[in-house]
């Protein structure tokens, strides 16, 4: 949100006060985390006593949550409008050690340092090892008024599919920390355009506006600079940014209300952010084995019945193309019924049957939901009698058609309506569904009241965590935390830990297939592990190029589905080399299993996702910072997908000796290639010293990994390196190789 009019000027209808000095800085025990410190900062400087009369202060409070963390709170009216912050199971007393003296105020955080100096003009630096990373300096902190006929850039504009987005209020609090010379700002959620933020205005407000648009499914308020820090925005309403697009030597964050919090983190590396920061928002459980097969959908608007199910399941298996999920899109339930959480007995007279045959098959079953309850469904009326519906200000309940007719949204705040809606995911577990897909959890109205009084512009991004945890904590408790998983469109700060997520509404375009990557880089550096896409992309139906090059690069993921909206993805429906493509890339990732288990089971403990944006694993390569073409999967493998019809492909090596996994042909890096492809290949790279443990079978993801086992080893080292391989049984052993002795 821009309030600015260049840099000497407001725009019209904006008035602005700013912390002009640390008038004083006192000691304080009175903050979530223990000791801090607080600074009084009056709004224009104080030569005399009669300027402290009918005068603004905005108070900060520092103090530390965690070891390397500084939260930073910034009110005008303590007492007035504050939209709440996240959960945060790993907040505690970070024991941080506070002194005051004649210099200033310190907090040091271990590896973060905060410092306040007295007097004029503001001045809050931030230091990383001993380093400073960025500050809040003159003009910085801001209490802003905006006039009803305020000229201001207030971001996304209303937007039916979403309930509202403008900016509730007409105050508002913000923050601009230093943005230095080529710095660069990642992070902010699953945003598909460019993955260095810069230059962007980013809105925080979850929205169904598919990945060739601004918005997000996924918007999380934290960047990550590579100057070593992180910030997180602990706030779940609207946060808007500016990324040095107002004032270019800033990155601006602004709240509506009266105190904005926020938290500074540490690295120095991209990786150390990331693994404190997840520590605070959470991390993601171990995700079964089975989940990184390949998931085979109905898709979404075509028809079918068991025998189509099982004419596909049956085709894979004779073309030797292993599945491991099975997904009912949303037609499996009546149609103006979703949800009734009941199969449509037309298509579907025996489900109970029909799932256990697919069971024998070795098949687990997914099937669709969302957070709605149409009109038309008999759990309507039973939903809206017991108040398990949100409601309007009037006490009706709310009600709208876009998507299912008269449809209504489950308040989940209400612990009656979630045990309710919970109670019906239980009874599809009994009939032996194993996970869900959980769609939507955008389109939150906000001009609502709930069931806990919560606040409307904090329940919009919030709510997809209350409707993610309800079904997270269903699988859990029926499956065990080994083996749930879900499919999530929707997330916020904390998602993370509810996984796996999919990236949403893609064209069947080389182009939004390149605008899919981006958005899953972003989100890796926004803290989510695991995370897939819709192979060929969702809407339209891709050429068989684009099919083939999209096959390639979703096998070369952590959870890998077939999905599309109007037509089926079975590989047969496009080409012969169609088929030949996913049998390649599908045997190749179930060999690499031991390789990515291990890799998962290592994200669950550290935070690091499998899929990797090249700056996290080479933060010290300045090559790197705005590659958003290729990835790490895991710490050892590049992958490069071709986005072109011509099967030309242009990406960058780091320095060393890299082989290709495909061919065997070993590369020195250092500097950008360009090779062109065939469809059965593309540019997959093992990093210089690597020693891969090799899985046995093709045929299935959960294997015993121990059975069979190679170990790979790969030019550029020397010496010996151990790899530790678990399986899904949990045994795990530690192997050793010589690197000297290469075998490819």
Not at 484 to 491: I, N
Not at 661 to 684: C, K
Request: some cysteine; glycine content about 12%; aromatic content about 12%.
């Amino acid at each position: 949100m821009k309030f600015t009019d260049g840099f000497w000027q407001l725009r019209p209808g904006v008035t602005a006060l700013y912390a002009q000095e640390a008038y004083d800085i006192t000691e304080t025990s009175d903050t979530p985390d223990g000791p801090g410190i607080v600074i009084t900062a009056p709004t224009m400087v104080i030569a005399k006593r009669g300027d402290t009369l009918n005068r603004p202060v905005l108070t900060t409070t520092l103090s530390s949550p965690a070891e390397g963390i500084v939260r930073v709170r910034i009110a005008h009216h303590e007492g007035g409008r504050w939209h709440g912050g996240f959960g945060l199971p790993g907040a505690g007393s970070g024991e941080a050690s506070v002194s005051i003296t004649e210099a200033g105020g310190v907090i040091d955080a271990g590896s973060l340092v905060a410092r306040i100096t007295p007097g004029a003009p503001w001045g809050l630096a931030f230091e990383v090892d001993g380093r400073r990373v960025t500050g809040s300096g003159h003009k910085a902190q801001g209490y802003v008024r905006l006039a009803p006929d305020a000229q201001v850039d207030a971001g996304i504009v209303d937007n039916a599919r979403q309930g509202g987005s403008t900016p509730n209020g007409s105050v508002f609090v913000h923050e601009q920390l230093d943005l230095g010379v080529g710095e660069l700002i990642y992070g902010l959620g699953e945003r598909f355009g460019p993955l260095v933020k810069n230059g962007q205005s980013v809105d925080i407000w979850n929205a169904d506006g598919g990945t060739s648009s601004e918005q997000a499914y996924k918007s999380i308020p934290f960047h990550l600079s590579n100057r070593g820090y992180g910030v997180l925005v602990n706030d779940p309403g609207h946060v808007s940014y500016e990324i040095g697009s107002e004032s270019v030597e800033r990155v601006q964050f602004s709240v509506s209300g009266e105190v904005l919090e926020y938290f500074v983190i540490a690295g120095p590396t991209p990786k150390e952010v990331l693994g404190r920061y997840t520590a605070l928002t959470g991390r993601p459980p171990v995700v079964p084995a089975w989940s990184y097969g390949l998931w085979l959908s109905t898709s979404f608007t075509t028809d079918y019945d068991e025998q189509t199910v099982n004419s596909f399941i049956d085709e894979m298996a004779a073309r030797e193309l292993p599945v491991s999920v099975f997904h009912f899109d949303c037609f499996w339930m009546r149609e103006f019924q979703w949800c009734d959480f009941e199969w449509d007995p037309r298509v579907f007279p025996d489900p109970e049957g029909m799932l256990s045959r697919l069971h024998e098959k070795d098949l687990r079953v997914c099937v669709w939901i969302n957070p709605y309850i149409a009109q038309r469904s008999p759990l309507f009326r039973e939903a809206a009698d017991q108040g398990f519906l949100v409601k309007r200000p009037d006490g009706t309940v709310w009600q709208w058609d876009l998507w299912q007719a008269g449809m209504g949204l489950v308040d989940f705040t209400n612990p009656a309506a979630t045990a309710w809606y919970q109670g019906h995911l239980r009874r599809l577990l009994d009939q032996g569904v194993d996970c869900f897909k959980t769609d939507f959890g955008e389109r939150i109205p906000t001009e609502v009241v709930w069931a806990d009084g919560s606040d409307p512009e904090r329940m919009h991004n919030l709510y997809t965590d209350l409707y993610n945890r309800a079904v997270h904590d269903v699988l859990t408790g029926a499956r065990g935390a080994d083996d749930a998983v879900l499919f999530a469109r929707s997330a916020t700060a904390g998602g993370q830990s509810m996984p796996v997520h999919w990236g949403g509404d893609s064209t069947s375009t080389y182009t939004s297939m390149a605008e899919t990557l981006r958005g899953g880089l972003s989100l890796a550096l926004s803290g989510f592990a695991f995370w897939s896409h819709d192979i060929g992309g969702f809407e339209g139906t891709p050429d068989a190029g684009v099919f083939k090059r999209w096959t390639a690069f979703g096998l070369l993921g952590s959870h890998s589905r077939f999905h599309g909206s109007s037509s089926y993805r079975v590989p047969w429906a496009f080409d012969e080399e169609a088929v030949d493509v996913t049998r390649g890339f599908t045997h190749l990732k179930m060999q690499l299993m031991p390789y990515l288990y291990q890799q998962g089971i290592d994200a669950s403990r550290t935070g690091i996702p499998l899929m990797r944006p090249m700056q996290l694993e080479f933060p010290d390569d300045p090559a790197v910072g705005y590659l958003d073409r290729q990835y790490m999967l895991g710490s050892s493998l590049l992958v490069a997908p071709v986005f072109s019809e011509d099967g030309s492909v242009e990406f960058y090596l780091p320095e060393g000796e890299w082989t290709s996994l495909l061919t065997g042909e070993t590369v020195t890096g250092g500097g950008w290639r360009r090779e062109t492809h065939g469809f059965e290949s593309l540019p997959l790279y093992v990093r210089p010293g690597t020693v891969l443990p090799w899985g046995s079978r093709t045929d299935k993801p959960d294997y015993d990994y121990h059975d069979g086992l190679k170990l790979r080893v790969f030019a550029g080292g020397e010496g010996t390196a151990t790899v530790t391989v678990t399986g899904p049984d949990g045994e795990s052993k530690t192997y050793s190789a010589d690197l000297s002795e290469v075998t490819g």
